[in-house]
């Protein structure tokens, strides 16, 4: 139990940072910040529900996976990727209504610098382990 209540901390901390960094990058005001987390929060719920069930089969063995299941998983796949770009499509016109179309380029810049930060933070704790 207690080391699932550091792992919830951890993934609290990562939000935390992750806010800060974003509207530091996007230069949000105040008043776009009050706005724009509540509805990217909302969607990267969704995001995480739709990705969620696409990577459940990940776990199989593709070995000993049938020709035809592998198409199936194929196909599953883009249907989820289909799925994905839509809702950020949806999404992207409901923060345009909140933050400039230069905002939302540096939100996914922003996104990618923060994830290649923190897989290089976590490459180099497990080097120096």
Do not use: C, H
């Not at 990705?51 to 063995?61: A, I, L």
């Not at 592998?70 to 345009?96: C, Q, W």
């Amino acid at each position: 139990m207690a080391q699932e209540g550091s792992k919830q901390e951890r993934r609290e901390n990562v939000e935390a940072a992750k806010t800060a960094f974003l509207t530091d990058k996007m230069e949000l005001t105040a008043e776009q910040a009050q706005k724009f987390w509540p509805l990217y929060n909302e969607y990267e719920s969704k995001r995480r529900t739709l990705v969620k069930g696409y990577r459940s089969g990940y776990r199989e063995n593709v070995e000993e996976l049938s020709e035809q299941e592998a198409k199936t998983r194929l196909d599953n796949m883009f249907v989820i990727k289909e799925r994905e770009l839509n809702l950020e499509k949806e999404y992207a016109n409901k923060y345009l209504r909140i933050i400039s179309s230069k905002q939302l380029i540096k939100l996914y810049r922003g996104e990618r610098e923060f994830t290649k930060m923190l897989l290089k933070r976590l490459d180099d704790r497990s080097a120096s382990n």
